[in-house]
C-alpha cells in the first residue's frame, strides 16, 4: 500500500492511513479540525525533538521563549567545554586587597578553592539576563505563584532608608534590615520597580517555581523533549557561562579591573537616590549610572561576555541550583538534605569589585531566603534530580 503522506513520522502516518480507511469524506468539521490540530502537535513535537537532539546548535545560538502575554525571555547555547574552577591564592589577596576592597577571610573569598580543571558535558542554554520584573509577573499572573516573602510571616532583606553611614568606629550599622510586607513588588528601594530591572526579593523556591511553571507550559505546548527542562543553572555551569569561554581570570573580561568600566554594576560613584553621597565602601571610580539596580542588560554589547550573557558579574547576586558547600563548588549539581543553603553567584550592585569576581560564592540562609540584592538567571539543560 503506498502511504497517502510521506512517511515522516510511522505515528502520523499509521494514523491518517487510518483515519483513510474510516470514510475521510464523511467526517464533520469539528472532527477534522481535531485530527489536523492531533497531526500538527505530532509534528510540532517531532521538530522540537530534532532541533534540540539532531545538530549541535553554534556556539552563541539563541531562542526566544515567548512566556505569553507578550512577554519574551532569550536564551543562549552555551556548548560543552572545560574551564578552570576557582580562584588562584593571588586573585584571593587582591580580591582583599585596597583595589578590592572584600574583607579578608569572609564566607565569599575562602571556599572559592584553588583552580581545577571542570568540564560541562552537556550543552545548556542559559538566560541572556537574570530574570526580569515583568517576566516575573508574568510567571505570578498566569500562575497565582505567591513568593516566599509574601506568604503569611514572610520577611525580606531590605535597603533601610533611615540608614545614614556604617558607623564603624562606634557601632556597626548595615543598610540591610528583614522587612515584612515588602517583596519583588516592592523591594523599598524608594523608587519605582520598571518591568526591565532584574527581579530581586526572590528565593531559591521562588526561583525553582518560576522554572518548574515554564517547564510545564513549554511541555505541554510540545516544544520541549523528554530529558530537558528549565531550571536554575547548577554552580558549575553558571561559573563556565560567567567565563564566557575564557579557561580563567578575574572578571569574565580578563584580570585588570580597569577595563570594568561601562560592563557592570557595582557599588561606583553615583549618589544613593535623594542623597549626596555615595556607597561609602564604592570602590569603582567611575559611575555605572546606578546606586541600586539598573535595567538588565543596559551596558549592551559591552557588557556581554565571551557567550553573550550580560550581567554575570554584578547586577544582583544570582541563585544558582547547588546547594552551598563550604569546601568548594562541584563539577556537578551538589545538594545536602540537613541545613539547606543556597548557592548564589556574581555579586551585586551594592559590591565592591572583590566581591563581583567569576569565582565569588556565597551560601544563602535557607531556601526560602530573599534579599533586594538576590535574582536569579535560568537555563535550559538536562534534567536534573533535586531531593
Ligand atoms: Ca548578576
Not at 123 to 151: C, H, I, N, P
Request: glycine residues 12%.
Amino acid at each position: 500500500m503506498i502511504s497517502p503522506v510521506p512517511n515522516t513520522h510511522p505515528q502520523t502516518a499509521a494514523w491518517l492511513r487510518k483515519t483513510k480507511a474510516k470514510q475521510p469524506s464523511k467526517m464533520p468539521p469539528a472532527a477534522i479540525l481535531r485530527a489536523a490540530t492531533i497531526v500538527a502537535s505530532l509534528f510540532r513535537f517531532a521538530d522540537a525533538d530534532a532541533a534540540m537532539q539532531a545538530a549541535e546548535p553554534a556556539k552563541g545560538a539563541t531562542k526566544q521563549i515567548d512566556l505569553g502575554g507578550g512577554t519574551t525571555l532569550e536564551v543562549i547555547y552555551l556548548p560543552p567545554g572545560d574551564f578552570l574552577m576557582g580562584s588562584t591564592p593571588e586573585e584571593r589577596a587582591w580580591a582583599t586587597g585596597i583595589e578590592g576592597g572584600a574583607t579578608p577571610g569572609t564566607t565569599r573569598e575562602k571556599p572559592e578553592g584553588d583552580p581545577r580543571s571542570t568540564r560541562i558535558k552537556n550543552g545548556l542554554w542559559m538566560g541572556r539576563t537574570e530574570v526580569s520584573v515583568g517576566q516575573f509577573r508574568r510567571f505570578t499572573e498566569e500562575s497565582g505563584y505567591v513568593s516566599d516573602a509574601e506568604k503569611h510571616g514572610g520577611e525580606t532583606q531590605c535597603f533601610d532608608p533611615a540608614w545614614n553611614g556604617y558607623r564603624l568606629t562606634t557601632k556597626v550599622v548595615h543598610p540591610w534590615k528583614s522587612m515584612a510586607g515588602k517583596s519583588w513588588r516592592d523591594p523599598n528601594f524608594n523608587f519605582p520597580m520598571r518591568e526591565d530591572f532584574p527581579v530581586v526579593c526572590v528565593s531559591w523556591n521562588d526561583g525553582r517555581a518560576f522554572c518548574a511553571w515554564l517547564t510545564k507550559r513549554e511541555r505541554d505546548a510540545g516544544r520541549l523533549p523528554d530529558g530537558w527542562e528549565y531550571r536554575l543553572p547548577s554552580e558549575a555551569e553558571w561559573e563556565y557561562g560567567c567565563r564566557g569561554g575564557r579557561e580563567r581570570a578575574i572578571f569574565w573580561w580578563g584580570d585588570e579591573f580597569e577595563e570594568g568600566e561601562g560592563r557592570l554594576n557595582i557599588s561606583a560613584i553615583d549618589f544613593l537616590p535623594g542623597r549626596r553621597k555615595t556607597w561609602p565602601l564604592a570602590k569603582a571610580p567611575w559611575s555605572d549610572g546606578f546606586a541600586f539596580v539598573s535595567p538588565v542588560d543596559h551596558y549592551g554589547e559591552r557588557g556581554r561576555n565571551g557567550f553573550g550573557l550580560a550581567d554575570m558579574c554584578g547586577g544582583v547576586w544570582e541563585i544558582v541550583l547547588d546547594h552551598f558547600d563550604p569546601q568548594g563548588a562541584h563539577e556537578e549539581p551538589f545538594f545536602v538534605t540537613k541545613d539547606r543553603r543556597p548557592a548564589c553567584r556574581g555579586g551585586n550592585y551594592f559590591d565592591v569589585p572583590g566581591n563581583a569576581r567569576c569565582a565569588v560564592r556565597l551560601g544563602l540562609r535557607g531556601p526560602g531566603y530573599s534579599d533586594s540584592r538576590d535574582g536569579f538567571r535560568i537555563c535550559l539543560g538536562r534534567h536534573v534530580a533535586v531531593p
